[in-house]
């Protein structure tokens, strides 16, 4: 059971414009998410992170908007660049007082053209 | 400040034998956690380790073991290998345990034969 979905396995945007990357999850005990970059053979690098109480959280050329009530979480990258193409990766964490375990989506590969 | 180093970075074993993952994790902090990522499954959750006790832990079977010392430090042990066994495998390790940004190693690239 794939709690959390991300449903484009890849996305191509000219440099300079906004990448836009979706994720859905359907714990509805999920109460922060994360985003991360990851290229080949490397551990996944920390962008973004929003707590459920928030429904925005920018930070520089990246943004993360939450819609609780949709189950939906969307990283926005502006402008994109080419060196944002990675393979990038929702994930969600349980709440406070639990354990520290991260639930991933399968991943969205963008790619940033000329 | 020094990232999350793991060793070793590639390891290349046969079946049935066993193997021995380490990761040191950023200076103070004192929760561990191990992935799995592999092509079909994805990034999978194997267990976590603060102050040396494990926490939680994922769906994976016996044979996926580990241990938290106490300099922080983990390793993280599989007997028995099996071609399925073959992945990356992460560790990445944050402040505190809970809901808290987890910052990963680059991982050791496990290969079955």
């Known amino acids: 059971d794939q709690q959390v979905k991300q449903n484009s396995p890849s996305l191509s945007v000219q440099e300079g414009r906004i990448s836009i990357l979706n994720c859905d999850y359907t714990n509805s005990m999920f109460d922060y998410f994360l985003w991360y970059k990851k290229y080949p053979a490397e551990g996944p690098t920390f962008l973004i992170s929003i707590s459920s109480i928030k429904d925005k959280n920018e930070d520089g050329r990246f943004t993360v908007f939450l819609n609780k009530s949709a189950k939906h979480l969307s990283l926005h990258i502006v402008p994109s660049q080419p060196g944002d193409s990675a393979v990038y990766f929702c994930a969600a964490s349980p709440p406070t007082g639990t354990a520290s375990k991260l639930t991933f989506g399968t991943g969205t590969r963008l790619q940033v053209t000329l | 400040k020094a990232g999350v180093t793991q060793t070793p970075r590639y390891l290349i074993k046969t079946r049935g034998q066993q193997v021995t993952l380490s990761c040191s994790p950023i200076?103070?902090?004192?929760?561990v956690s191990w992935y799995q990522q592999t092509p079909g499954q994805g990034l999978q959750f194997l267990f976590e380790?603060?102050?040396?006790?494990?926490?939680n832990k994922g769906n994976f079977p016996g044979r996926f073991s580990g241990r938290q010392f106490s300099n922080s430090r983990s390793e993280m042990n599989v007997s028995t290998l099996e071609l399925g066994d073959s992945a990356l495998y992460l560790c990445?390790?944050?402040?505190?345990?809970?809901?808290?940004?987890?910052?990963f190693g680059p991982g050791t690239r496990l290969t079955v034969l």
């Open positions: 380790y603060f102050s040396e006790t494990q926490r």
């Open positions: 200076s103070g902090h004192r929760s």
């Open positions: 990445a390790s944050s402040l505190l345990s809970g809901p808290v940004e987890q910052f």
